[in-house]
């Protein structure tokens, strides 16, 4: 029986399979001793690297160089019959299987597609895995004469989300705040060798200098889902951070986050469907008011924003376009602590008295559990809801988190002082999955837009700088950086409904500094982020979307 399988295997790989037999043979003294488990025989003899970051169900094999064995479907032996082929049980003859297990694996081996290593004489590669504010930043500054760009992420544009809020109600269009990544780095449609992708990374092996992705799903490729590689020179790691839920059950299910424009469409879609189902006959007075509503958790910038700006679509549009419900809608906004906790004192107490007087009720409390139609707070207190939006900050994605590289405090990838990633080569990291190591004596900065483009900027200055010398994979060991990032905060601003925003231009929560509020900081909010929209195509359509919103009011149609 041994010998119609090893026949068949000899065939396939007679190398291979002597090798096998000769290594058992003397582990076990004789041909049939001494069993190993397919892991073991698959890791003896590689090398081990030092970093080989990949996912959490191919842990087992990360520290080898069969990084991808872990998608191989394990030998289903009994199929063997149906081809003919008679096979010897595994309890009897142990090393017989294990000959067929490594045949079979090595003649389907499924090394990833994709792009290879570059050449003596081409240009470097660089991989940026994102598209938000950090990677779009380093993006726009890239010379192309110098590098090759490939950019991956699973979306293909670039979101301003200082205003995401407004597109929620109709203020703005969708497309104002969305900016393809095509427009912000040409080359990536232009350039021969640069490319964007449409994909998710899933693991990173930075000691081949390869990341291994994984397209959108539904894509109607081959093998679904569909994964290739790229090898890179420099490796620009800007995968951005997740909502945080603090582990609360319920939150996933039921609540809407407000990061991404497909989030927006889905808080407008719910908001105007219920507007408009609370209206038909025989819907209860208990059912209507909870229909109506709306519930923000989350006393941030993007909370307070957002429920200004369904106060301001409350008392200007539903009260003239929805006269039978008008009398029902409500917002609540529920934090822990206070409003705005990094503004200054004077600012918050405006912004409680401006959002109370705009009809928008301040509940203090802790989320304890959430329900598909009341939440539950820690004191016992139940608040039913139609819309709840989750806005209690962010934190390290689950893909930072499986990566196995240095981690600073808050769980980010951690960086130096250049944003480098300290133990491997080639990898840089910035925006909110990045944060300064404890050994640099920095503190993690927040997770804001204007720290990530300030990373971004920095990065890609040095990155233009060293490119003639030290561009190519492994060759920046000894090149001197430049001065160490800094970072110097330039103030915040939000907007709080009826024309009247807070800016406070202090450098630090406990340094002085100008701060202001009123319609006057509402025109400076508006016109900083006007000048600060990407493209002037957006500029252009931001600005005749709020004419279009002063002179006839905000859209109400409900499409999809």
Same mark, same amino acid.
């Given at each position: 029986?041994?010998?119609?399988?090893?026949?068949?295997?000899?065939?396939?790989?007679?190398?291979?399979?002597?090798?096998?037999?000769?290594?058992?043979?003397?582990?076990?003294?004789?041909?049939?001793?001494?069993?190993?488990?397919?892991?073991?025989?698959?890791?003896?003899?590689?090398?081990?690297?030092?970093?080989?970051?990949?996912?959490?169900?191919?842990?087992?094999?990360?520290?080898?160089?069969?990084?991808?064995?872990?998608?191989?479907?394990?030998?289903?032996?009994?199929?063997?019959?149906?081809?003919?082929?008679?096979?010897?049980?595994?309890?009897?003859?142990?090393?017989?299987?294990?000959?067929?297990?490594?045949?079979?694996?090595?003649?389907?081996?499924?090394?990833?597609?994709?792009?290879?290593?570059? /050449?003596?004489?081409?240009?470097?590669?660089?991989?940026?895995?994102?598209?938000?504010?950090?990677?779009?930043?380093?993006?726009?500054?890239?010379?192309?004469?110098?590098?090759?760009?490939?950019?991956?992420?699973?979306?293909?544009?670039?979101?301003?989300?200082?205003?995401?809020?407004?597109?929620?109600?109709?203020?703005?269009?969708?497309?104002?705040?969305?900016?393809?990544?095509?427009?912000?780095?040409?080359?990536?449609?232009?350039?021969?060798?640069?490319?964007?992708?449409?994909?998710?990374?899933?693991?990173?092996?930075?000691?081949?200098?390869?990341?291994?992705?994984?397209?959108?799903?539904?894509?109607?490729?081959?093998?679904?889902?569909?994964?290739? /590689?790229?090898?890179?020179?420099?490796?620009?790691?800007?995968?951005?951070?997740?909502?945080?839920?603090?582990?609360?059950?319920?939150?996933?299910?039921?609540?809407?986050?407000?990061?991404?424009?497909?989030?927006?469409?889905?808080?407008? /879609?719910?908001?105007?469907?219920?507007?408009?189902?609370?209206?038909?006959?025989?819907?209860?007075?208990?059912?209507?008011?909870?229909?109506?509503?709306?519930?923000?958790?989350?006393?941030?910038?993007?909370?307070?924003?957002?429920?200004?700006?369904?106060?301001?679509?409350?008392?200007?549009?539903?009260?003239?376009?929805?006269?039978?419900?008008?009398?029902?809608?409500?917002?609540?906004?529920?934090?822990?602590?206070?409003?705005?906790?990094?503004?200054?004192?004077?600012?918050?107490?405006?912004?409680?008295?401006?959002?109370?007087?705009?009809?928008?009720?301040?509940?203090?409390?802790?989320?304890?559990?959430?329900?598909?139609?009341?939440?539950?707070?820690?004191?016992?207190?139940?608040?039913?809801?139609?819309?709840?939006?989750?806005?209690?900050?962010?934190?390290?994605?689950?893909?930072?988190?499986?990566?196995?590289?240095?981690?600073?405090?808050?769980?980010?990838?951690?960086?130096?002082?250049?944003?480098?990633?300290?133990?491997?080569?080639?990898?840089?990291?910035?925006?909110?999955?990045?944060?300064?190591?404890?050994?640099?004596?920095?503190?993690?900065?927040?997770?804001?837009?204007?720290?990530?483009?300030?990373?971004?900027?920095?990065?890609?200055?040095?990155?233009?700088?060293?490119?003639?010398?030290?561009?190519?994979?492994?060759?920046?060991?000894?090149?001197?950086?430049?001065?160490?990032?800094?970072?110097?905060?330039?103030?915040?601003?939000?907007?709080?409904?009826?024309?009247?925003?807070?800016?406070?231009?202090?450098?630090?929560?406990?340094?002085?500094?100008?701060?202001?509020?009123?319609?006057?900081?509402?025109?400076?909010?508006?016109?900083?982020?006007?000048?600060?929209?990407?493209?002037?195509?957006?500029?252009?359509?931001?600005?005749?979307?709020?004419?279009?919103?002063?002179?006839?009011?905000?859209?109400?149609?409900?499409?999809?």
């Amino acid at each position: 029986m041994i010998l119609e399988i090893t026949q068949l295997c000899l065939k396939k790989n007679p190398k291979r399979i002597a090798r096998t037999a000769r290594s058992s043979c003397r582990r076990s003294g004789g041909a049939f001793g001494g069993h190993k488990s397919e892991k073991d025989m698959f890791s003896e003899g590689a090398s081990t690297r030092k970093y080989c970051s990949l996912p959490s169900h191919e842990r087992d094999t990360r520290n080898s160089n069969f990084s991808y064995l872990s998608s191989i479907p394990k030998v289903n032996h009994s199929s063997f019959w149906s081809r003919g082929i008679r096979t010897t049980p595994s309890y009897q003859f142990p090393s017989a299987e294990r000959i067929v297990e490594e045949s079979y694996l090595e003649s389907n081996d499924p090394k990833y597609p994709g792009l290879e290593a570059t /050449k003596p004489g081409e240009k470097p590669r660089v991989v940026v895995l994102g598209t938000g504010w950090a990677a779009c930043r380093f993006l726009k500054g890239l010379d192309t004469k110098i590098y090759d760009v490939v950019c991956i992420s699973p979306r293909n544009h670039m979101v301003f989300t200082p205003l995401l809020a407004s597109t929620c109600v109709g203020t703005l269009e969708f497309r104002s705040v969305a900016e393809p990544v095509s427009r912000i780095q040409s080359a990536l449609a232009t350039n021969p060798n640069s490319y964007f992708y449409l994909a998710s990374c899933f693991g990173i092996d930075t000691n081949k200098h390869e990341v291994y992705c994984e397209t959108v799903s539904n894509s109607g490729l081959p093998n679904e889902p569909y994964r290739f /590689k790229v090898a890179y020179d420099k490796l620009v790691i800007a995968a951005g951070s997740e909502p945080l839920t603090f582990g609360i059950k319920g939150v996933t299910e039921n609540a809407f986050f407000l990061r991404e424009v497909n989030h927006a469409q889905e808080i407008r /879609k719910k908001l105007l469907l219920n507007l408009m189902l609370s209206d038909n006959p025989g819907i209860s007075e208990e059912e209507r008011k909870r229909l109506l509503h709306c519930v923000v958790i989350g006393g941030g910038p993007t909370g307070v924003e957002f429920s200004g700006e369904l106060s301001d679509f409350i008392m200007k549009d539903v009260r003239e376009r929805y006269t039978h419900v008008k009398d029902y809608i409500k917002v609540t906004l529920i934090e822990a602590n206070e409003i705005l906790s990094s503004f200054d004192v004077g600012l918050r107490q405006y912004a409680t008295n401006h959002l109370t007087k705009c009809g928008v009720s301040l509940m203090r409390g802790v989320v304890k559990e959430v329900h598909a139609k009341k939440i539950v707070l820690n004191n016992g207190t139940d608040v039913p809801y139609g819309l709840l939006v989750w806005s209690t900050g962010v934190g390290p994605s689950q893909f930072v988190k499986s990566l196995d590289l240095p981690k600073s405090p808050g769980g980010r990838i951690g960086v130096d002082g250049w944003l480098r990633v300290p133990a491997v080569e080639d990898v840089f990291a910035l925006g909110d999955c990045a944060g300064f190591l404890e050994e640099t004596g920095k503190p993690v900065l927040p997770a804001l837009a204007q720290v990530a483009e300030r990373e971004g900027k920095f990065l890609v200055e040095l990155f233009n700088r060293i490119g003639k010398d030290a561009g190519k994979a492994m060759s920046a060991k000894n090149i001197y950086l430049g001065e160490p990032f800094v970072y110097k905060h330039l103030g915040s601003m939000a907007s709080v409904g009826g024309y009247k925003a807070l800016v406070d231009l202090r450098q630090s929560k406990d340094a002085k500094g100008i701060s202001h509020a009123g319609f006057v900081s509402w025109f400076i909010w508006r016109s900083a982020y006007l000048t600060r929209v990407v493209s002037w195509r957006n500029r252009f359509y931001v600005a005749v979307n709020w004419a279009t919103t002063l002179v006839f009011g905000r859209d109400n149609s409900r499409i999809g």
